[in-house]
């Protein structure tokens, strides 16, 4: 299992949690049983195509998963995974 932390912004969307321990081998794993869970962050975090959203930004041990392989990022139980919204302002 690994440990998803999850931001306070999302936490209401997963019952205050401010983490939740997942199975999966990838990043995409760790969404899809997210999703399982808490289907009502779908939206949020994946576009109808079932890609990353742009406006999700999700890193695997302070590495933004764009720049690695995305969904496809190896994961390992003692990874740090965090999802960020964006956030937008002015």
Partial sequence: MSTVFIPTVLRPSVGG???LDLPGTSVGDLV?????QHPGLGGQLL???GDLNRFVNVYVNGQDVRYLDGLATP???SDEFRLLPAMAGG
């Fill in 32 to 36: 899809h049983a997210l999703l399982q």
């Fill in 17 to 19: 949690a401010k983490s």
């Fill in 47 to 49: 576009t109808p195509e």
């Fill in 75 to 77: 994961v390992a139980d």
